[in-house]
T-cell receptor, first 113, second 113 residues
Framework: GESVGLHLPTLSVQEGDNSIINCAYSNSASDYFIWYKQESGKGPQFIIDIRSNMDKRQGQRVTVLLNKTVKHLSLQIAATQPGDSAVYFCAEKGKSGNTPLVFGKGTRLSVIA | EPEVTQTPSHQVTQMGQEVILRCVPISNHLYFYWYRQILGQKVEFLVSFYNNEISEKSEIFDDQFSVERPDGSNFTLKIRSTKLEDSAMYFC???????????FGPGTRLTVL
């Protein structure tokens, strides 16, 4: 079956450095991609999204890059802060409004103060 | 800011017992979802619900599971006869019409003994 996966299970960065979290997806029909942040004991929290007709989208301190040629998604966090420590999931879905999200396995980001 | 709420935060039950997990989606949302996350694993889709009926369900969502929207605010997930492998975090999510972003609740941790 098709799935969304992550290259690295853990990532440790120094406070103030930039973080890059990667994700590979295999469903070429996916139209919409989202990054979620999950802190311990909490539900997934939306960070940023991107549609398949874009290759880059920026938010506050975060940037998502989409490379459809190689089916790769990345999340860049600028000036990483201790509060960014969490598990980050990429997720993808099809075009229909209520199709389910397919989540990747997750990457744990640890910020070293 | 509107949010999805879930009760209880933690449910402990004996194998074979029925449990009902409750969710209050964001008030103007029309699409509702249940996901689960076994400890240390990725978030998995269970079921989506729209216009008072199931839109889509995964292989996990077998005859032991059911969903209901008993009134204008609550959305419930029932497991008729719990198994040990049902132990997980269960997340409710909702999204508005025409929007893809799904907002997640804080989850209910179900422990089956």
């Amino acid at each position: 079956g098709e799935s969304v996966g992550l290259h690295l299970p853990t990532l440790s960065v120094q406070e103030g450095d930039n973080s890059i979290i990667n994700c590979a997806y295999s469903n070429s029909a996916s139209d919409y991609f989202i990054w979620y942040k999950q802190e311990s004991g909490k539900g997934p929290q939306f960070i940023i999204d991107i549609r398949s007709n874009m290759d880059k989208r920026q938010g506050q301190r975060v940037t998502v890059l989409l490379n459809k040629t190689v089916k790769h998604l990345s999340l860049q966090i600028a000036a990483t802060q201790p509060g960014d420590s969490a598990v980050y999931f990429c997720a993808e879905k099809g075009k229909s409004g209520n199709t389910p999200l397919v989540f990747g396995k997750g990457t744990r980001l640890s910020v070293i103060a | 800011e509107p949010e999805v709420t879930q009760t209880p935060s933690h449910q402990v039950t004996q194998m074979g017992q029925e449990v009902i997990l409750r969710c209050v989606p964001i008030s103007n949302h029309l699409y509702f979802y249940w996901y689960r996350q076994i400890l240390g694993q990725k978030v998995e889709f269970l079921v989506s619900f729209y216009n008072n009926e199931i839109s889509e369900k995964s292989e996990i969502f077998d005859d032991q599971f059911s969903v209901e929207r008993p009134d204008g605010s609550n959305f419930t997930l029932k497991i008729r006869s719990t198994k040990l492998e049902d132990s997980a975090m269960y997340f409710c999510a909702s999204s508005g019409q025409g929007y893809n972003e799904q907002f997640f609740g804080p989850g209910t941790r179900l422990t089956v003994l």
